[in-house]
């Protein structure tokens, strides 16, 4: 399975940004995604995660409200739409995957990982 990750970009602060993650390898079917960033000189943190049965989402407090998963199951893919950027979202954004049976939030629990785009929010 590879995570193909896509959407790098540099943005002002209270712009947008779209990411995508397409999936290959093997259907898309019965994987539950995530995404995750990583910041300078900080750990790996859980931004949003999608499941498989019903889509049910979940996302870290600091991105409710500005951010939303989605996913596209007929393109193999998964997005990230972020709104009203902030500074303090500039990070390597990763996307994961794994047959989880719901939303995980940690990420050792996912099998699989994009190779990571930089997001850079200006002030």
């Known amino acids: 399975v590879q995570l193909q990750v896509s959407g790098r970009g540099l943005v002002q602060a209270g712009g947008s940004l779209t990411l995508s993650c397409a999936v290959s390898?093997?259907?898309?079917?019965?994987?539950?995604m995530g995404w995750f960033r990583q910041a300078p000189g900080k750990e790996r943190e859980f931004v949003a995660a999608?499941?498989?049965?019903?889509?049910?989402?979940f996302y870290q407090d600091s991105v409710k409200g500005r951010f939303a998963i989605s996913r596209d199951n007929t393109k193999n893919t998964m997005y990230l739409q972020m709104n009203s950027l902030k500074p303090e979202d500039t990070a390597v954004y990763y996307c994961?995957?794994?047959?989880?049976?719901?939303?995980?939030?940690?990420?050792?629990?996912?099998?699989?990982w994009g190779q990571g785009t930089q997001v850079t929010v200006s002030s």
């Open positions: 390898g093997r259907s898309f079917s019965g994987y539950d």
């Open positions: 994961a995957a794994g047959a989880l049976g719901g939303v995980i939030t940690v990420g050792y629990e996912y099998d699989y």
């Open positions: 999608i499941s498989w049965g019903d889509s049910s989402t």
